[in-house]
Each structure stands twice: as C-alpha cells, then as structure tokens.
C-alpha cells in the first residue's frame, strides 16, 4: 500500500508496482491507512468469513512522513506497537532527509529510508530487496536451532523468544541479529558480516543500521540487554557463559 497525500506521486508509484506484478492499492492518509491495514488483518485471520486464501493483508507499505493529520512516524509507531500489524515492513518515502530523520525512521522499526525526490527504478529495487527478506537469509545450520540462555529461549520453529517464559515481540531482523549472536555465543562480528549474514544482499543499508537494530534489540531484552556486548573497534557478541 502506498501511503501518500500527493495523489500523482501515487499514481506513478501504483503504475509501476501493477507492471511489475504487485497488487497494491494507494490511500492519501495515515488514517485511511491505519484503518484499511486493520481490515486487511482482519481479512487476512479469517474474521471475514471468506478463505484465508483469497484475502491477504499487506506485505508492505510505502509510506510518506508529513501529511495532514497523523504523520507517518506516528502510523509506523502505531503498526509497529500492535501484535497483529508490527510485521508489516516499511518504507519512508519522504522530503525528511536529514541524518536524523532517517536514524527515527529506522528506530520506529523501518526497513528502509528513501528520500525525495527519488528515481523510480531506485523505489522498485527496494521494494523488490525488502520484499526478499520474507525469504531465509541464515544458512540451515543457524537458523533451524532452538536456543537457551538461562532464561532466555528462542524457538526456530515459529521464531518467538521468550523471556522466562514470557513471549517478546520483535521484528525478523532482530530476531536474526539475536538467533546469529547467541547461536555462536563469545564469538564477535563485525557490522560487516552481521549485514552480510542477516540482510539480504540487495538490500542497500550501512553499518549504522547494525548498531540501530542492535540498540532496539537491547531495549527489548530486559535484563538481556548487557548480554549483548559491543567490542569498540570490532563489532558485536552475545556474552559467553563464562
């Protein structure tokens, strides 16, 4: 869904997307949005009474930041704040472009951060890059194990983790970045490799996105989050036993 109060930019914007193949629908407000994403996930859990199979909620939003009324820093934080939406990745679209207009995109739980004006080509290969992450990034031998830090559990087969047996919410690329570090637990990454591991190779991010993802993570972990230890100059590890 395209989340825009300027009506030619969405236009270009669902022209583009229906050629490439995607279904998509545009709305000119972070409240029509609010309300047609809750729909849609009403559909999507069979609420409607129709097949799971023939209404789906939203696979992405491409969403604009100041428009009348809600802004789409407070949309993103509302979605990213409810259960049933925060899975919902997003692109900003937006005149917003200072460094840290981008670095409270990221931190509202963003997946990506594009500036206008844009190339149309430069949107649809994010779009394409941050629909890919729906695919496994972590090779078999990581991702398919279930993992215990004293009460912390991470269970790979319906990627949840739980804190003493309370279940926390987090994105798929936290999720990544903790499943990674705490599977090789003492060992230190560089920003480098966790891009490298985590996100998937077309997906156009820098190092600082590294340590935004890892500061949302700690937020989340409780007393967890000294767990996560930075090694100034080198990169990042989950703590050994030791």
Avoid at 54 to 71: A, E, R
Wanted: with cysteine; net charge negative.
């Amino acid at each position: 869904m395209v989340v825009d109060d300027e009506r030619d930019l969405c236009d270009i914007l669902l022209f583009n997307l229906h050629a490439a193949g995607y279904q998509a629908e545009a709305v000119c407000s972070a409240d029509e949005a609010l309300k047609a994403v809750h729909r849609s996930e009403s559909f999507d859990r069979g609420q409607s009474g129709f097949a799971d199979d023939i209404v789906h909620g939203f696979d992405l939003l491409l969403l604009d930041v100041m428009m009348p009324g809600m802004s789409g820093f407070e949309l993103a934080k509302r979605l990213k704040e409810d259960e049933r939406t925060r899975h919902i990745p997003i692109i900003f679209l937006t005149a917003k472009d200072t460094e840290d207009d981008a670095l409270k995109g990221f931190s509202l739980g963003a997946d990506d951060y594009v500036t206008k004006p844009f190339s149309v080509r430069e949107v649809m290969a994010r779009v394409k890059a941050v629909l890919s992450r729906g695919k496994p990034v972590l090779n078999a031998s990581t991702s398919d194990r279930d993992l215990r830090f004293e009460g912390l559990a991470v269970n790979a087969a319906n990627k949840t983790i739980c804190i003493d047996g309370n279940p926390i919410a987090l994105t798929r690329t936290e999720y990544d970045l903790l499943h990674l570090l705490l599977s090789h637990r003492g060992e230190v990454f560089s920003r480098q490799q966790l891009l490298d591991r985590v996100w998937p190779q077309d997906v156009i991010v820098t190092e600082r996105t590294v340590d935004v993802n890892i500061a949302r993570l700690r937020k989340k972990l409780s007393r967890y989050a000294s767990c996560l230890i930075s090694r100034t100059g080198f990169g990042y590890c989950f703590k050994s036993e030791e």
